[in-house]
């Protein structure tokens, strides 16, 4: 290729994202118009409640924590070619165990060591019917959510419920089992989740990257016989992949729970599970633009809660659902669909790109 | 021909640049009605861009395309379409999930959709150009071979003047091929004009009324037929005479035993023995394709056999597949990174991306993959780099067994000759090479041993083109008999 036309094709591969960037830009003004805000207003308190100060801070981080978490496993599963729609449910389970094995211990540690092996459980039995039976993961991992979710609603209502029994939710964590806080803001909801969401994320890229069962699984996810005539037992690895995408999500519930909530209800995830998915897409599975865009669909959501107070405008704060929405159409039109297209994989999907250190 | 109709398409001083890159310059070619015109040249001559203008995808910059001596404008498919353009494409454009007749019925958009008027509309159609395919098969189920026959099926559907083929036997098995020649013969008699890209010389030669040879975008060799010869074509094609067609290989002091086989069966072949040993090259040939790559995948250990006894010699094997973009490479990947799946390749379990480079960077080089970096993802290679990364990856241990099939389906003559050179070159240092092959040039020109496989079974035959061609005609004569009730 010659150096014009590399710089031909540079320029275009920028074009194109601006233009579309431009044109979510003008349709979230348009969806601003519609509810009766001035755009440039409503951007500010958007922008103000996800970043504004310390608390608008924590309140960002504090989604973002579970969110990358579970990103971070939807993109491993992903990358290997599983899909794994399941993050939701691995995250309830994960934070339902939390909540029994930090009642139970006293300690924070055994919380997220039980949820992070009662999110690998939920995952590992859609992933053993996957490579032993042929039931494809996507519908697998997608039902159990609903079998998590209700599991929930039994145990907070039975064998978990608090003592009083009067609410259904869980019995409050000991203050011996909360997980250890960070300094900031005042709101005192970030907790060692954080750092080891960013470890747990880097991992799983160096391990997809930098090692030879990442490179296999990687492989596999396009050409099953090419790793078995490498002699690599590319199904355990897939089941064991599946478990890790699986525990990556019981950590969040679980990080969560001993971290924020200090006990479980219904409204442990909110949809965190599925905002994962589209926040792993979001980053074309690249292992360093999943924090970002996992930041990015937090603020969406921190900035309209923070806009439904200012502006006293209930239900608003489901407007960054639609916020994330625009952005993965957005995402979807600048690469002519290429992050959503599992099958051929243009490159996004089976790994990406492999770039010189 | 006596009278001189204007050609039903003809390109006249064709030129198409993309970027700075010119594809194609002042390029003349005439299809005429009642002939075949071969169409040569190496990857990335301008044969795929001439297709892509004829078939309305591209719009030329300079030159003008003419129907019946009209200048035309074939500004989309469409347009192509009603000029009875068709194409068959070397790489399938088929629906897997759908059957046979609906696929047809797709190439043709009927009015009504009614599946039982569309297999019979099918049965009928398949039937009138001698085709034996199952109307009512899906897709997705069919073996490579039926798969090929079937899009030449859609685009006879859609080609009632112009009828474009790229490459049409690549994947076929030889007799497939001789089947599609004699349609194409019976085509051609009723005055459709045929273009015909091919790798094969020998074809061009035998079945053209012109051959245009393309290098670098320009009009190399314009011949009519009788006046070209193997070897002005393969200068034109390459501006030099290469040694396409080495002396087949010396017959050697046999080595060590690495394969033995005793009453092998498989879901498709046996109950075959088979025994191969070191520094001998030994040779399945035949029409069936997908019994020789079953028969590989159980030598190598992919698939298990369905009973009988087999030993393979422990240790390194080279598994070299003919389905490059399903089994051969991960196409995602990094061209590094697909040479670093094999086994040993790293003393730990994990990696630098120097150390990723260090392992890469030579076998690459050895086996002269031409890429930007070896960074660049496997899928954008052209098919001959892509085998070369391939090779690369198997061969760069130097391991005592190699496995082959159809190592070179696909591939132009210079990457088919480099593949050939490894693979010799690997039998010449002591290795043994089991190649299941549908290419009779190819078995020929690497074999010690051969074996023609017939309805799953080996039949040993001299490694020369008329003891094949006896032993086919035996067997088929035999099989026919047989299929007749007893001799």
Known sequence: ?357 | MSERAPPPLAFVGIGKRFGERRALDGVDLELRAGELHALLGENGAGKTTLVRLALGLLEPDEGEIRSDGVATKIASPAVARALGIGMVHQHFALAEGLTVAENLALAEAPRAWRKRSFEAAARQQLLRHGLDLDPAARVGDLPIGLRQRLEIAKALAQARRVLLLDEPTALLTPSEAEALFAELEQLRARGLAILLITHRLEDALRLADRITVLREGRVALAAERGTASAASLARALFGGAPDVSAPPLPPRAAGALRIAARRLVGERFGPLDLEVRGGEAVVLTGVEAERQAELLEVVAGLAPPRSGDLEVAPGARAFISGDRQRHGLALPLSIAENVALAPATFARPWFTSRELLAAAAPRLARFDVRATSPWQAAAELSGGNQQRVVLARELAGDPPLLLAENPTRGLDLQATAFVHAQLRAAVANGAALLLATSDLDEALALATRLFVLFRGALHPCAPRREAVAEKFAALAAGAARGARGGP
């Open chain 1, 1 to 357: 290729m010659t150096p014009r036309s590399t710089s031909r094709t540079a320029s275009r591969a920028l074009l194109r994202p601006l233009l579309v960037a431009l044109g979510a830009l003008a349709l979230t003004a348009a969806l601003f118009a519609l509810q009766g805000l001035a755009p440039a207003r409503a951007a500010e308190l958007l922008v103000r409640g996800a970043f504004g100060d310390a608390d608008a801070w924590s309140a960002t981080l504090r989604l973002a924590t579970p969110l990358l978490l579970c990103t971070a496993g939807v993109a491993l599963a992903f990358r290997c070619g599983l899909w794994n729609i399941g993050a939701e449910g691995q995250l309830l389970v994960g934070g339902l165990a939390a909540a029994w094995a930090g009642s139970a211990s006293g300690h924070w540690l055994p919380a997220l060591l039980a949820g992070a092996l009662a999110g690998g459980a939920w995952a590992a039995l859609p992933a053993w019917l996957k490579v032993r039976r042929g039931v494809p993961e996507v519908l697998s991992t997608l039902l159990l959510n609903g079998v998590a979710l209700e599991l929930l609603r039994w145990l907070v209502t039975g064998p978990l419920q608090e003592p009083t029994g009067q609410f259904p939710q869980s019995a409050p964590l000991p203050e011996s089992a909360w997980l250890p806080q960070l300094p900031l803001g005042r709101t005192g909801a970030l907790h060692l989740g954080l750092p080891l969401a960013l470890l747990l994320t880097a991992a799983c890229g160096l391990f997809l990257a930098r090692t030879r069962a990442g490179l296999l699984l990687r492989a596999g996810a396009t050409a099953p016989l090419l790793t078995k005539a490498c002699r690599f037992p590319l199904a355990r690895a897939q089941l064991l992949c599946f478990a890790a995408a699986g525990a990556l999500a019981g950590l969040a519930g679980a990080g969560a729970v001993a971290g924020v909530a200090r006990t479980v209800d219904r409204s442990l995830s909110q949809g965190l599970g599925y905002a994962a998915v589209a926040a792993a897409l979001l980053a074309g599975l690249r292992s360093a633009w999943l924090a970002p865009a996992a930041l990015l669909f937090a603020a969406l959501q921190s900035g309209t809660a923070a806009l439904q107070w200012a502006e006293n405008l209930p239900g608003i704060d489901r407007f960054g659902l639609v916020l994330q929405g625009v952005a993965i159409i957005a995402v979807v039109v600048a690469t002519r669909g290429r992050a959503l297209r599992g099958g051929t994989l243009g490159g996004r999907l089976g790994g990406e790109r492999s770039a010189p250190p």
